[in-house]
């Protein structure tokens, strides 16, 4: 509608919250969302938000997988001195920083670096 024009307030409050999204594609592309519409007698609106949030889905479990085989496979951790359970060290925290420490002051290094 043009800005000019006497818009109920209803109408103005859903045009705030629903705005229009338009997009180019392809004449065969807008063909395929048509007929995909159609044959599940759903909007395109409805469409792309079912996509969305399966893409949402699908990244954020893939996002997981791979944060949990990186934490596995290279996180750093020791047994507790006390109760004997595991804890993981924090990149940058006291326990790595004591880390560092022992391992410069008890001249860890390279094997290279020692035997040459």
Same mark, same amino acid.
């Given at each position: 509608m043009a800005k000019g024009k006497n818009r109920p307030p209803s109408r103005i409050r859903y045009e705030q919250t629903?705005?229009? #999204?338009?997009?180019?594609? +392809?004449?065969e592309t807008a063909e395929r969302l048509k007929d995909l519409a159609r044959e599940y007698g759903k909007s395109?609106?409805?469409? #792309?938000?079912?996509?969305? +949030?399966?893409?949402e889905g699908e990244y954020t479990e893939a996002w997981s997988?791979?944060?949990?085989?990186?934490?596995?496979?290279?996180?750093i951790w020791y047994w507790c001195a006390v109760c004997g359970k595991r804890m993981n060290m924090t990149p940058n925290g006291n326990d790595h920083k004591a880390l560092i420490d022992y391992m410069k002051e008890h001249r860890w290094g390279h094997q290279a670096c020692h035997s040459g």
């Open positions: 629903h705005p229009v #999204i338009a997009i180019r594609v +392809d004449t395109l609106a409805t469409l #792309i938000k079912e996509n969305l +949030d399966m893409q997988k791979g944060y949990d085989e990186g934490q596995r496979d290279h996180q």
